[in-house]
């Protein structure tokens, strides 16, 4: 009896430990802004994968494979030559005007995350509006514990605040409130 007493004992004392040892958690973050624009004008702009124009911190982008699933994307921002994000379409549904997709290469001092995945999605609003909805869920840039601070949680949650921030308010100064 003591030898399994002993036990339990030593798996309680561990449990802290063990908790104390996990990586990062996933990170997830939704933003979104209601504009005065039909869903289907709304759409017309930010449903072609290929084009992300509307967003003010993209430069170019340049992509194959239209809005097909594995169609590909690579974001340059700011300026000719500028840092750029490799993305790939998973999913696409025009019916629902929604799409998802995934970041497979960016530089962590780019945009300081790891295992990224956005959705955007457009709805109709009860006035004839359109709610546009993006959400996101990714890790830190740096994957081990003890982050620095320009890679760790909190430096991703507002990096990927800040494209959507961006990209929303551009969205909502075109089409209105």
């Given at each position: 009896m003591t030898y399994i007493r002993n036990l339990i004992l030593t798996f309680l004392?561990?449990?802290?430990?063990i908790a104390l040892a996990h990586g990062p958690t996933r990170q997830k973050l939704t933003l979104a802004v209601d504009v005065a624009a039909t869903p289907d004008a709304v759409w017309?702009?930010?449903?072609?994968?290929?084009?992300?124009?509307?967003?003010?911190?993209i430069f170019s982008t340049k992509g194959e494979g239209g809005n097909a699933i594995d169609a590909t994307r690579v974001l340059t921002l700011e300026k000719?030559?500028?840092?750029?994000?490799?993305?790939?379409l998973y999913k696409y549904d025009a019916a629902k005007m929604s799409y998802s997709y995934?970041?497979?290469?960016?530089?962590v001092a780019v945009l300081p995350v790891t295992n990224y995945?956005?959705?955007?999605?457009?709805?109709p609003t009860?006035?004839?509006?359109?709610?546009?909805?993006?959400r996101g869920a990714?890790?830190?840039?740096?994957?081990?514990?003890?982050?620095?601070?320009?890679?760790n949680d909190a430096a991703a949650i507002?990096?990927?605040?800040?494209?959507?921030k961006a990209g929303l308010d551009a969205l909502e100064k075109k089409f209105g409130k």
């Amino acid at each position: 009896m003591t030898y399994i007493r002993n036990l339990i004992l030593t798996f309680l004392l561990l449990i802290p430990g063990i908790a104390l040892a996990h990586g990062p958690t996933r990170q997830k973050l939704t933003l979104a802004v209601d504009v005065a624009a039909t869903p289907d004008a709304v759409w017309a702009v930010i449903g072609n994968f290929q084009d992300m124009s509307w967003h003010p911190a993209i430069f170019s982008t340049k992509g194959e494979g239209g809005n097909a699933i594995d169609a590909t994307r690579v974001l340059t921002l700011e300026k000719e030559g500028g840092p750029t994000i490799s993305e790939v379409l998973y999913k696409y549904d025009a019916a629902k005007m929604s799409y998802s997709y995934r970041i497979n290469e960016v530089d962590v001092a780019v945009l300081p995350v790891t295992n990224y995945s956005s959705h955007l999605t457009v709805t109709p609003t009860a006035t004839g509006g359109s709610h546009i909805e993006w959400r996101g869920a990714f890790y830190r840039g740096y994957p081990n514990n003890d982050p620095p601070e320009n890679l760790n949680d909190a430096a991703a949650i507002a990096a990927v605040t800040a494209v959507y921030k961006a990209g929303l308010d551009a969205l909502e100064k075109k089409f209105g409130k």
